[in-house]
Structures are given as C-alpha cells and as structure tokens.
C-alpha cells in the first residue's frame, strides 16, 4: 500500500480501531481490500516528469500487447533487439529478458534498464502488473498477478532471465517456484532482484499496525490469504520459495532503504546459496533503479 497523507491515515487507523473491536472479522477483510487497492499517483514533481516524459519517448518504440488473463488485462511491452552480440551465431535464439516493476510503480520507472538490455542484443518484455500502469483495474495481490504472468508467458513466449524491483520480487519468487496451486514452477536461467522484500508476514503485520487493526482483525486479514489461496502468509516468503529455483541470483539493495530493509535482501541470501547480495550505498528505495551503477550491475551479471 502505498504511503497516505498523514491526516487521512489518522481517520483510517481511528475508525479501523474502533471497527476492530466491534466486528473484527469484517474489519479484517475491509483492511485486506484496503491492502489491495492501487491508487493513482498524486502530483508529479518535475524530476517525475521529466523521467516519465524521457521514458514515454523510449516506449512509443515497443509493440504494447495487452494480454488478457482471469481477472483483467495485463499490459506487456515487447521491445526488439538493436544489436547482435559478436559471439553471437547466425542462427542462436534471441534471449528474453522479463522486467517487472514494483508496488504502486509501472514499467517506465523501470525504463533505465531496457536500453543497455537491446544493445546486448536481448529481447525485453516490460510488464505492468495488474491495477498498475496501463494494466486493467485497480487491484493487485499475488493470487492476481501470478497467473497474469503465466498469460503473458503463454502469448509472448518464455523468458531467459527475470528482473524485477521491490514488491515485483514477491510476485516473481511466487510465479518462478509454482506456490500457487494450478500454476506450475518456471525455469529461469538468472534472476536479477532490486530491494526484494522477504517476509510477506511482515508486510501483512506492518499495514496491520498501521492502520490500527487489533489482533482479531489481524487474523482475518491473513485469513484472507488462505482463503484465496489455500495456503498460509508465511508460505510466500522470498527466500523459501526461492530455495526451489536453481538459478543464480543477484540481489542489489540499498542499505538506507526507508520502505524495504536492507536486512530483507540478507534474509533472502543466506537461504540460498546461489545469491549473491551486492549492497548498493545511498541509493535509498527508489532511486536504485535509476542508477547507472545498478544497471550496469545488473546488465554485466545478465550477460556473464
């Protein structure tokens, strides 16, 4: 969820608290509707701007496929090579490499890493998740998106190499390890992640807390899990699902991240022996993804 205005989370956490009380139950499901709603950004400072305007720029150029999926359309934005590697062979496949952004997010503020990928002679697929971007609706929770990345695998193809920022972790680890049931494990040769959460509990008992949820209430919003999913918060950790997909993996965080502890990114390397964590200093939550250095990181582990 994303941050409120101060005044407006006051209401919210003032009468969910009273709410909690009265009829728990309901209050828990309320909260969890809550937790999955997407909202449209609030103003543009003119850095935004000018961020969205230069990558608006750069996806006028990518073939838009809006992919239908159980609960909506999903927006995918196919961009085509520009070069052929020199080792490359006339008849080598051309790889793909999948980018999925983050919570309240959308594919061009990830558009930093889709130029260097095209001159490496790699074909990138940006995908909005559901009620973001130009995705349909205005909800999202792993149960919608998981599947809405297997619609856009079965359209478009699958994909070599997947590299997602923040909550876009979560839905990957998810979608990659086959937790939800009627959605299989995918392959994937390398995993690129940017300030992955870990514990899902955590997020889940962090919104708790702060929209003023008493513990009954509480119960029913994780119960809201198990009844969409048959399975428990704790099963969507990052770094268990991730401890079935044998790939290497490059974890890049910032210490000073306000939003998702640096501490997550740790949890989640030493699970897995094929991560390798590279602390990424000062760059906060938000701005790692505009860094030439991240991207040039995470090019450099992609091609390797």
Not at 6 to 34: C, D, E, Q, Y
Not at 236 to 253: A, I, K, N, R
Request: with cysteine; hydrophobic share 40%; net charge neutral.
């Amino acid at each position: 969820m994303q941050k409120l205005n101060k005044t407006i989370l006051i209401l919210i956490s003032t009468v969910f608290g009273i709410a909690s009380r009265i009829a728990p139950k309901l209050t828990g499901r309320a909260a969890f509707r809550l937790f999955c709603t997407t909202f449209e950004p609030g103003k543009n400072s003119p850095q935004r701007k000018a961020i969205l305007q230069s990558a608006q720029s750069l996806f006028s150029t990518a073939t838009q496929h809006d992919v239908p999926y159980s609960s909506g359309t999903v927006a995918a934005f196919e961009f085509k090579p520009t070069n052929k590697p020199n080792n490359m062979s006339d008849d080598a496949q051309t790889k793909t490499v999948w980018v999925v952004h983050g919570w309240q997010s959308h594919s061009l503020f990830m558009n930093k890493f889709v130029s260097p990928l095209l001159e490496q002679g790699f074909r990138v697929i940006c995908i909005d998740l559901p009620g973001h971007g130009e995705s349909s609706g205005r909800t999202f929770h792993l149960p919608m998106a998981v599947p809405s990345l297997h619609a856009v695998r079965e359209k478009l193809g699958d994909f070599d190499v997947i590299l997602s920022h923040s909550l876009g972790g979560a839905v990957v680890a998810a979608t990659l390890a086959g937790t939800l049931p009627d959605y299989p494990a995918i392959p994937v040769s390398k995993l690129v992640m940017i300030s992955p959460p870990d514990s899902m509990t955590k997020i889940f008992n962090d919104f708790s807390t702060m929209v003023g949820l008493n513990q009954k209430a509480n119960d029913e919003l994780h119960a809201m899990v198990t009844r969409l999913t048959g399975l428990v918060t704790d099963d969507f950790d990052t770094s268990s699902q991730l401890q079935t997909v044998t790939t290497e993996c490059l974890l890049m965080h910032a210490p000073d991240d306000k939003e998702v502890p640096y501490s997550e990114s740790e949890a989640i390397a030493r699970s897995n022996v094929a991560a390798v964590l590279r602390p990424m200093d000062g760059l906060g939550h938000r701005r790692i993804i505009a860094s030439d250095d991240v991207v040039k990181e995470a090019v450099s582990f992609i091609v390797a």
